[in-house]
């Protein structure tokens, strides 16, 4: 059975400073998904990494894969308020059951 | 439509009664998913339909839940004789052919069983 991990699973930012979330996930897949979630609200595509080596960033935030290490990063450069969320990770192996982490609870304190 | 939507939105319901919860995939979707989540929890996978396949419902937590899909299109999950431990944000993903889109949630229907 896959299984998916975050860490950390709370995370207390400091304005400005940069952080990482890391996800691992035990069995062979090359398309993971990122995700956030506000409270009360349903989950919000982020980014989409489809191979080794995938990186894609969007304002401050950027998500990598290696498929060989089975871990993909979630970085946060000099964190604001409205980052303060929940993150998911998620993988898709090949009996498509999409597979969450717990999710990483993001707050940013000024 | 544009978006994933689920209905009821919220539902509350005795201990012991019937649910049925809907979801209407984006057009031409194919992949529809449950998801279910508990307060402050993860997201547990329930049970997954691919175009015209037998779904995967290995994520069924009882045989008093079970889903449909018809036509491909709006699916719905029935939960039999609820009980309080089936509070939860019920959530439904679906996604088009091409998998280097993310998964398109819906907004939940949030069931509390009293």
């Known amino acids: 059975e896959l299984k998916v991990e975050q860490n950390p699973l709370f995370l207390s930012m400091q304005e400005g400073k940069n952080y990482t979330i890391y996800c691992n996930y035990s069995?062979?897949?090359?398309?993971l998904y990122w995700y956030r979630q506000d409270p009360g609200k349903s989950l919000e595509s982020l980014f989409v990494?489809?191979?080794?080596?995938a990186v894609k960033q969007e304002g401050r935030l950027m998500a990598s894969l290696d498929t060989k290490a089975r871990l993909s990063t979630l970085h946060i450069t000099a964190a604001v308020h409205d980052l303060s969320a929940t993150y998911f990770c998620?993988?898709?192996?090949?009996?498509?059951?999409?597979?969450f982490g717990a999710g990483t609870t993001v707050t940013v304190r000024a | 439509g544009a978006g994933v939507s689920q209905s009821p939105s919220n539902k509350v319901t005795e201990k012991g009664k019937d649910v049925e919860l809907r979801c209407d995939p984006i057009?031409?979707?194919?992949?529809l998913y449950w998801y279910r989540q508990s307060l402050g929890q993860g997201l547990e996978f329930l049970i997954y339909f691919q175009g015209n396949s037998a779904p995967d419902k290995s994520g069924l937590p009882s045989d008093r839940f079970s889903a449909e899909r018809t036509g491909g299109s709006v699916s719905t999950l029935t939960i039999q004789r609820t009980q309080q431990e089936d509070s939860a944000v019920y959530l439904c993903a679906t996604q088009g052919q091409a998998s280097n889109y993310g998964y398109t949630f819906g907004s939940g229907t949030r069931l509390t069983v009293v």
């Open positions: 057009s031409g979707h194919t992949a």
């Open positions: 990494l489809l191979s080794n080596g």
């Open positions: 998620a993988v898709l192996p090949n009996d498509y059951k999409l597979s």
């Open positions: 069995t062979t897949s090359d398309r």
